[in-house]
């Protein structure tokens, strides 16, 4: 039975090509004959060119819809949305196919589509689940702390370690709140609303501002202009976040300055490379990048385009636009 359908397998492959094939060996038949009627005086010059020129046109209408089918995948592919594929899309297609070696190739979209769905479903829910089982254990940690720091008798080691517990615990608490916004398939369920994005951001820089508790890295928030949003606070403050703790973890000394302008804001850090802290800045590029990949994640998903770029100085830029602000009221 299996040699039976594979070898009726075979004979429907090339079923296309078999019939173009087909169509124009007809054409060259009909050319032919015309010749040969118009040299032997069978018919008429005028007769023979009006049969070639019916073959041709016979032969275009019959490569015409052969091609439809063809034609049809290729407009679908054209408006295919790679982050959301249509799967009953391909699906109606297969199913009105005229062709075998078409419909092999709707086939094998659609099972290569499939994969690339399966794979990032598997990744949004690990994601989520891995986000959601890290909550708990933040919880435990965070409360354990608090206790901690209550005790009279912890040594000034036990307050050093104990801040650098609360600083790591709070680049948890962020990182695991990115992941829970990345997890989404979309926007959907993130409460929108109108805010001033000035309070969000100087919640974010007294965040950020606990994890330098002793570097010689200075924070400011600049303030030349303000605005506000129509979108997820929640969001906003995850995505400006990242960049602050990206620039924080590529600055050893200095001034990071975060900057609202109207419908933007960027942040300054000071990355100025010397040869003895060269191999040791890279390596925490290198090792912590991944702020920077999450808030690129987070731009692109939301529409914010972000922009890096350097300043004469060696300085670093990262900013992002919002399209749409809206001015404050007073």
Request: with cysteine; aromatic share 6%; hydrophobic share 45%.
């Amino acid at each position: 039975m299996e040699g039976n359908k594979t070898q009726g397998a075979r004979r429907r492959r090339g079923s296309f090509r078999a019939r173009i094939a087909i169509v124009f060996a007809l054409q060259t038949l009909v050319v032919v004959i015309a010749s040969l009627m118009a040299a032997n005086n069978v018919a008429p010059i005028g007769a023979a060119i009006a049969i070639m020129l019916s073959s041709g046109g016979l032969a275009w209408l019959a490569v015409s819809r052969e091609w439809v089918p063809i034609a049809a995948l290729a407009r679908l592919l054209e408006g295919w949305d790679p982050d959301k594929p249509d799967m009953a899309q391909l699906d109606s297609q297969s199913g009105n196919r005229s062709d075998n070696d078409v419909g092999s190739l709707i086939r094998g979209l659609h099972g290569l589509a499939s994969r690339i769905d399966g794979y990032g479903e598997r990744e949004r829910n690990f994601t989520r689940d891995a986000s959601h089982e890290l909550r708990s254990p933040l919880t435990v940690i965070k409360m354990s702390s608090d206790m901690l720091a209550d005790e009279t008798e912890l040594s000034d080691f036990g307050h050093r370690s104990l801040e650098r517990i609360r600083r790591s615990t709070r680049e948890l608490e962020a990182l695991v709140e990115a992941f829970l916004i990345l997890s989404r398939e979309s926007d959907q369920g993130l409460a929108e609303e109108d805010f001033v994005v000035n309070k969000v951001l100087r919640q974010e820089v007294e965040y950020a501002r606990e994890l330098i508790a002793g570097r010689p890295v200075e924070l400011i928030l600049d303030e030349p202009a303000s605005f506000a949003l129509h979108a997820s606070p929640r969001v906003f403050a995850v995505l400006c976040g990242q960049l602050i703790r990206h620039a924080l973890q590529q600055t050893d000394q200095g001034v990071i300055v975060v900057t609202v302008m109207p419908g933007s804001v960027s942040v300054i850090n000071p990355a100025v490379d010397t040869p003895e802290e060269g191999s040791r800045r890279h390596a925490s590029v290198d090792r912590h990048g991944f702020d920077l990949a999450i808030a690129r994640r987070l731009s692109d998903r939301f529409q914010w385009p972000l922009e890096l770029r350097s300043l004469p100085g060696a300085s670093r830029v990262a900013s992002v636009r919002f399209p749409h602000p809206q001015p404050v009221e007073v």
